[in-house]
């Protein structure tokens, strides 16, 4: 198998821009947690083991992963089961199980890769039928049920994440426009719907917390909902201060972000963008935006380079997970979307999310090791 591979394929490039959001985000997450050992230290060890792992994984035949479907879906859902039985619980959320000898983990972002496998074969398998109604609705309740398991723990944000991958996906594997055109249909009116009734206080499935974040975004200036626009402003006012080249990695100055606490205990994971902009400033936060730009274009030229949709959907999943999660997270950070927590990849402090994105960037290097050769 590995004597098989003509490693001038690999794909350095992918694997160079990994690194250089990594080192960033040790950088980062050293500030923003001053210089705290532990969270250094797990950083680091989540990148070195998550980095393993990927390179591992892009030596085994991703054909040989996707066979394990049934086993990878299974897992999915006793993982997400096992958060909702037995899982630990943290600032009204319950996301984080204990394993023996491993620690905490977040079920969820293991979840995010392993049903872009399954749904990889899923979609390989049947794509031929997949424009009938029975193939469509069976795959939406192999959707529903791990996104109803998130979304109970309650997890909007990873929920709405997991959505958009499968979306991005379907629409690869060569989903009919009637589909999408009546998907739309539905789906317009019933958002508009779904933000009056929310305005109203009628949707009962989404917690207050939530719906207080949604409706400060929609109505930023209301009294009602300062409080929960506070950290939302107060990154915007930490990214502008650090104008073009930004006041420095590890500034201890009291108007800093971080050391003023004016964004609580998120500094290090769903405001981490907010750090960037204060300390590398404008030139840093390009910088960023750039390298994940790169990644998912890398992504989605190994789709198109792709032997087989098999392939093709593990890279359009990969690019839709860190593209729309780094959109979502730098989104949040400058008051585009509401206020809700998603790690930006390779960058926020949390050892699953780490790992589980080298993962999944194994699976793409492997697709990129076994391209079709002669176009772009």
Not at 113 to 129: A, P, R, T
Not at 281 to 308: H, M
Request: aromatic share 12%; proline share 3%.
């Amino acid at each position: 198998m590995f004597f098989d591979y003509n490693f001038k394929y690999y794909n350095y490039r992918l694997v160079l821009y990994m690194v250089a959001l990594s080192v960033i985000g040790i950088l980062v997450v050293a500030s923003a947690s001053g210089q705290d050992s532990s969270t250094v230290t797990k950083q680091i060890i989540g990148i070195l083991v998550g980095f393993a792992l990927a390179i591992g994984l892009s030596i085994i035949d991703y054909h040989r992963i996707i066979n394990l479907y049934a086993l990878d879906y299974a897992v999915c859902i006793l993982l997400l089961g096992a958060v909702l039985v037995m899982g630990h619980t943290a600032g009204g959320a319950t996301r984080w199980i204990d394993v023996p000898g491993i620690g905490r983990i977040q079920p969820s972002e293991f979840v995010k890769i392993g049903l872009i496998v399954f749904f990889s074969w899923y979609w390989n398998k049947y794509q031929e039928k997949m424009n009938m109604p029975v193939m469509v609705g069976i795959a939406a309740i192999l959707a529903v049920i791990p996104i109803g398991l998130i979304f109970a723990e309650p997890n909007l944000s990873t929920s709405l994440v997991v959505i958009v991958i499968i979306l991005c996906m379907v629409y690869t594997a060569g989903i009919s426009y009637r589909w999408i055109g009546g998907v739309l249909a539905v789906a317009i009116p019933a958002g508009a719907l779904f933000i009056y009734l929310l305005t109203q206080g009628l949707i009962p499935f989404i917690h207050d917390y939530q719906a207080r974040r949604i409706l400060a975004w929609i109505y930023p200036h209301a009294e009602q909902y300062a409080e929960n626009m506070y950290q939302q402003k107060n990154s915007i006012m930490a990214i502008s201060s650090g104008q073009l080249q930004g006041k420095g990695l590890f500034n201890t100055t009291i108007a800093s972000v971080k050391d003023g606490n004016w964004l609580g205990t998120t500094g290090e994971t769903d405001f981490i963008f907010a750090i960037i902009g204060e300390e590398l400033g404008f030139i840093g936060g390009v910088t960023v935006i750039v390298l994940f730009g790169l990644i998912v274009f890398e992504c989605l030229r190994l789709a198109y380079k792709s032997r087989d949709m098999a392939g093709r959907l593990i890279c359009t999943g990969m690019a839709a997970l860190i593209g729309f999660q780094a959109f979502a997270n730098i989104a949040v950070a400058t008051q585009i979307f509401p206020n809700t927590g998603l790690p930006l990849p390779f960058i926020s402090s949390g050892v699953s999310s780490l790992i589980s994105i080298f993962i999944g960037m194994g699976l793409v290097l492997n697709v990129g090791l076994q391209r079709k050769i002669g176009n772009y």
